[in-house]
């Protein structure tokens, strides 16, 4: 058959990212241009600032990832681009530049789910081995699905309240710690122990995840310490933290691998860049005897490889999108 | 030669295909929150309705605001996306220039209204830009009208535009972006 190039575009948040994905899993190019340190000054992303600098930079990411190859546009069979979910104005860049791409060129549209996009950062240099459990954490997102075949999402459980990225945000702002947050509260943990005693949330039999009440009693507890004037070990209350939630994510994908018939667990989203995580969920994939699939580092956070992974099933079924695609803020992983 | 002319600032979409600095088609569209939507469609009907394919393109105009945030961010990104993607040149012009081109003046304020309050503009009678553009909040727009000539309403020309076009300078098509004037709560 005959090799498939797709141009692929991200920028649902704070990262510019376009790459050349070569059948959905070999990367030709590859560029991130994150606003990181931009947003680090305002504790956050500033979803207005986040459009900004996407309106500014996206046609140099395109020169600089279309130099880094040899693969040139006219042997490019589609753009694909993320339309949802994400910062709406974030989003509409990266989709009018995607619109005009595909004008110019004269090549197919393809809309990708930024979600899914995480999910297939698997497929790259990699295959999906059916029926797999995939555990989706983000900073939006706690999912876990289970995938009989390609585009094809069952979803088992999702969290109740905050997702886990939001929740290691929020605990490293109580900490005092900078943005981001997960990163940061991963390096505090490493140096601590998992001295606090925390509530268990969800112990039960549902595949579903709850975060808020964990957030909760770290505010009750770094307030009830200040009052009595006891120290608060900020090392210890991050890996005190850190646990409690990954024991929650542990507690659920092995109810699911005892509950159903897998080949494969699969990590997706940005919190998979957590080697804690990381490591634990090794530990299930080898008592289960399935092999576990972790995205290398650079596909864990947001990028345009994933979606060009993402993007391929869809090319191979013709499923393109018009020049009227919209972008949009929220949309489940299970919308056609 | 022909000229592609992109306005997306306020809730309407105006695209324009120039032949030979005549209006060739022009299509307006009243589409509130759906520029993102409609501009490339519309962008589309233009060019087939000439009959001419998009490398035929000389040449891109783009009102960079002042205006919707949103709405002026989806025309720059098609705009330098064209030009950068075609290598064509590529001019930027204020949502307030094009009133001023459009009718013969001594030294004038132009007024573009949104929302919350108003852009000025001081333009003199070869439509160059005296200081800068100012975002005022209506409370205090309507404290200064009373005792100042400020022009709000003024039909665009869009003839007046390209026959002056050769007035303003191209750009580098990474160097285009929006102008938004009213600043951000995180910028004061």
């Known amino acids: ?336 | 030669m022909y000229t592609l002319y992109i306005d997306t600032h306020s809730n309407q979409i105006v695209i324009i295909l120039y032949q030979n600095e005549k209006v060739k088609i022009k299509k307006e569209l009243n589409s509130n929150y759906d520029h993102s939507i409609n501009t490339i469609p519309t962008i589309i009907e233009v060019l087939k309705e000439a009959q001419i394919e998009i490398e035929q393109l000389n040449e891109i105009v783009v009102v960079n605001g002042p205006g919707s945030f949103t709405g002026v961010r989806i025309g720059v990104t098609i705009a330098k996306t064209l030009a950068f993607t075609l290598n064509i040149p590529i001019k930027a012009i204020s949502s307030l220039y094009i009133k001023a081109v459009s009718f013969p003046h001594e030294k004038i304020k132009i007024v573009e209204r949104e929302k919350n309050g108003v852009f000025v503009g001081t333009f003199n009678s070869k439509n160059e830009l005296i200081g800068e553009y100012k975002y005022l909040k209506n409370s205090e727009y309507d404290l200064i009208t009373s005792e100042e000539e400020y022009k709000e309403n003024v039909p665009i020309d869009y003839e007046k535009i390209i026959e002056n076009i050769h007035t303003i300078s191209s750009q580098n098509p990474h160097g285009v972006n929006p102008l938004y004037v009213k600043k951000i709560e995180v910028e004061k």
């Open chain 1, 1 to 336: 058959m005959k090799d498939v190039y797709i141009f692929a575009i991200e920028s649902s948040c704070d990262e510019t990212s376009m790459a050349i994905v070569k059948n959905g899993k070999e990367i030709e190019s590859f560029t991130v241009l994150t606003q990181m340190d931009t947003h680090a000054k305002f504790g956050g992303v500033v979803p207005e600032v986040a459009s900004r600098m996407h309106t500014e930079n996206i046609t140099m990411v395109f020169q600089e990832t279309i130099a880094k190859s040899s693969i040139s546009m006219d042997r490019i069979d589609a753009i694909a681009v993320t339309y949802a979910p994400g910062l709406l104005g974030s989003l509409l860049v990266g989709v009018e530049f995607a619109k005009t791409l595909a004008l110019v060129y004269k090549k197919p549209l393809i809309a990708v789910n930024h979600m899914i996009g995480h999910i297939y950062a698997n497929r790259i240099d990699n295959d999906l081995k059916f029926p797999l459990l995939a555990l989706v954490v983000s900073g939006g997102h706690t999912d876990l699905i289970k995938m009989n075949k390609d585009y094809d999402f069952q979803i088992l459980g999702s969290t109740l309240d905050d997702a886990i990225g939001e929740a290691f945000d929020k605990v490293a702002r109580i900490l005092g710690l900078q943005y981001p947050g997960g990163p940061n509260v991963e390096r505090l943990a490493l140096q601590g122990q998992p001295t606090y005693d925390l509530p268990k949330p969800l112990n039960d039999s549902s595949y579903n995840f709850s975060f808020s009440g964990l957030k909760s009693s770290i505010i009750n507890l770094v307030h009830n310490e200040q009052q009595r004037h006891h120290e608060i070990r900020k090392s210890d209350l991050a890996c005190s933290f850190q646990t409690a939630a990954v024991d929650q994510l542990k507690r659920k994908v092995k109810l699911a691998l005892k509950n159903g018939e897998y080949q494969e667990l699969i990590l997706a989203g940005g919190v998979s860049a957590s080697r804690y995580l990381r490591h634990e969920m090794e530990e299930i994939a080898i008592n289960h005897h399935i092999p576990l699939s972790v995205p290398d580092f650079k596909y864990c956070t947001d990028n345009a490889a994933m979606i060009g992974a993402a993007a391929y099933p869809l090319f191979l079924n013709h499923q393109f999108a018009d020049f009227n695609l919209n972008a949009q803020s929220n949309l489940p992983i299970t919308s056609k």
